[in-house]
């Protein structure tokens, strides 16, 4: 896992969501799960597989700003903006909705 944020459905911690050398990963949390919450998509359904995907899931790339408040997140954070994972982890903190994603710190080996 080299890069990886928390998924919060309102305040509560619904899974991870990871970036590696294969792609992307969501993983719900097994309490969530537990909990009965609602998943955090309609394509998204709850499940204890991960779901991998080459490419952003299109939920979350959904959750990155696009037009001109893409434009001032790229200039005020020195962001590259064909870097999905980075965007999601640096300004979908905060989003509107329900969703929001905060960057786990993962250790260098």
């Not at 998943?39 to 696009?66: A, C, H, K, W």
């Not at 790229?74 to 905060?94: E, F």
Request: with cysteine.
């Amino acid at each position: 896992m080299d890069r990886a944020g928390t998924v919060y459905y309102g305040n509560m911690p619904a899974g991870v969501i990871s970036e590696d050398e294969e792609g992307f990963t969501f993983i719900y949390n097994e309490e969530y799960m537990d909990a009965q919450h609602p998943p955090v998509s309609l394509t998204l359904p709850l499940r204890n597989e991960p779901y991998q995907s080459r490419v952003m899931f299109p939920f979350f790339d959904g959750l990155i700003p696009e037009g001109w408040l893409l434009d001032i997140a790229v200039q005020s954070w020195k962001l590259n903006p064909r870097d999905r994972m980075g965007l999601l982890l640096t300004v979908c903190q905060d989003c509107l909705g329900a969703v929001s994603v905060r960057r786990i710190e993962v250790p260098k080996l």
